[in-house]
Each structure stands twice: as C-alpha cells, then as structure tokens.
C-alpha cells in the first residue's frame, strides 16, 4: 500500500534560521508531489508542486524553495526563515488511477506544524 | 487568485441535522472535484469525489451536488453527527497540470 511519511511533526526554529522539511512516499512511482501550507484558520495554500525528478513549479513568491532529488522525495527549505513561514506544511501526493475512468486522488502526510519564533 | 471559493467559513449544526457547504469555482478547465475532511493536528483525508459528468453522488450519509452550468458544487452530511467535526475543504483538480486546488475550508461543529 502506498504510504507518505512527512518529519519533523513539530518545530520551532528562530528568524533567520534555515529550514529543511522531507517527505518520502512509499508504494507508487513517479508521483506527483506538492507542497501546502496551511495558515492559522486559513485553506490550503499550494506553495510547489512536482511531476518529476528535478522539475519543481513554484506557485507563489516568496522565502521558501523545494527540491526533488529522488523520485519519491520531496524537500521544502528556505536559508533563512521569517516570522511569516509560521504555518502548518503538508506534502501530499497525487496519483491517476485507471479504473475505467481516470480519478485522482491525493494523500497528505500528517503535517509539520512550524513555529518561527 | 483564488480559483475556488467555499462558504461558509465556519458552521454550527445540531445532531442531526444536515450539514451544507458549498463551493463555487472560476475555471472551467477542472476536471475532478474531491472533499477532504481535516480533523485538528492532521493532514487533510479524501471523504468523496466527484466528476463533473455527474450531477450527484452519494456515499453514505455524504452527497456532493454538482451543478456545471453554474461552476457550484456543494457537500450535504445528512444526519451530522458529534463525530463529523471537522474542517472540510473542497477542492478543484486542473485537467491541464493536474494541480488540486483548495478551497478555505469550513470548519464544522456538531452540537450533541
């Protein structure tokens, strides 16, 4: 069965820090990945998204970056966080089932829930 | 730009009831509509789906209603229970770059 794995769950970094977020999925090959952020009471806010090894599309500017170095992992980071990253960030992963119709669905990991302080 | 608008942002439902959130979305290039059910400190879990070739689609006390010509879909939880507290957002898939898009989320509470 395919599984996301998403650490740390919990992190509290000072301003100015840098940051490294990881997510592995386990059970598909080349998935699409993605990155959210989730903002105190706010929706989910698609930050990058990935459709294979090295291609990353950023989907607002701002102080973070992703990477892709392998097929099933994708890495969130920025070299020096700011109060604002403040958030809950989810990876998620997408995948084009064949069932007679062609359905997507999308299976986040737990969470890590950041603190900027 | 926000392609996906939910309302409302936060409900208040007796047991019982039926609960309704509705979603309204500006592109036509979506092609998949899921609702996802967020309880506090987890990812967000796919609850139902829905292909816009279809007007409803009911899964248990969960239907989603789907109206094309008006960009609107909504989720109705028949019966909302204690249990069903929760953040739901729904969601908009591009058939162009297969990217999910959210909505706000409402968040939902069922009084016993």
């Known amino acids: 069965s395919q599984t996301i794995h998403q650490w740390p769950a919990t992190l509290v970094q000072p301003v100015g820090s840098p940051l490294s977020l990881e997510c592995t999925v386990e059970?598909?090959?080349?998935?699409?990945l993605y990155w959210y952020r989730q903002a105190a009471g706010r929706g989910l806010q698609l930050l990058f998204y990935?459709?294979?090894?090295?291609?990353i599309s950023s989907e607002v500017p701002q102080n973070l970056s992703a990477s892709r170095p392998q097929d099933r992992q994708f890495i969130l980071s920025s070299k020096k966080l700011l109060l604002s990253d403040s958030g809950f960030y989810l990876c998620?992963?997408?995948?084009?089932?064949?069932?007679?119709?062609?359905?997507?669905?999308?299976?986040f990991g737990q969470g890590t829930r950041l603190t900027v302080v | 730009q926000q392609q996906v608008k939910q309302s409302p942002q936060s409900l208040i439902v007796q047991k019982g009831g039926i609960s309704i959130i509705n979603c309204a979305y500006e592109?036509?290039?979506?092609?998949?509509f899921p609702w996802y059910q967020q309880f506090p400190g987890k990812g967000p879990a796919l609850l139902i789906a829905?292909?816009?070739?279809?007007s409803e689609k009911k899964e248990g006390r969960f239907t989603i209603s789907f109206n094309k010509s008006a960009k609107q879909f909504s989720l109705h939880i028949m019966d909302s229970q204690p249990g069903d507290s929760a953040t739901y957002f729904c969601?908009?898939?591009?058939?162009?770059?297969?990217?999910?898009?959210f909505g706000q989320g409402t968040t939902l509470q069922v009084k016993p």
């Open positions: 592109n036509t290039a979506f092609d998949y």
């Open positions: 059970g598909t090959s080349n998935p699409n």
């Open positions: 969601a908009a898939r591009s058939s162009n770059t297969g990217k999910l898009i």
């Open positions: 998620a992963w997408t995948v084009v089932r064949l069932t007679g119709q062609v359905n997507t669905e999308a299976f």
């Open positions: 990935s459709v294979g090894i090295g291609q």
């Open positions: 829905i292909r816009p070739d279809v």
